[in-house]
């Protein structure tokens, strides 16, 4: 898990090079939406106990590598002003930041539940 989770960040700080995309867009609302979503999942699994709260993590992490997805995929638009550019690139980093937050704070459960997610959490980086 320790792996995955370094893979994941990873991905984001490689991400940032490529973070010109424009203010924020469909695409970005629709990641804040999902973001919202995700971070209520990770209340709800806080909350939970035993089998139901590995479950709520694994749902998590799906939720966190389909954003990691999109957000690697996610283009900027033609003809963007420097400053729709600027605009565009922070709402990207307020988005990375809000998914960097809501992995640690899925680690620093895992660690808490010792290490619960090395025997309960295996395959949850394959797809």
Known sequence: MKALLAAM?????????LAGLAAPDETQKALVQKAQEAKKKLAAA???????RQKMMQEHMTMMQDMMAQMQKAKPRAGMSPEQMREWIDEHLKLMNEMMSQMMGEHHMMMQDGGMGMQGMQGMGKK
């Open 9 to 17: 960040m990873t991905g984001l700080l490689f991400t940032l090079p």
């Open 46 to 52: 806080q909350a939970a106990q035993g089998a139901e």
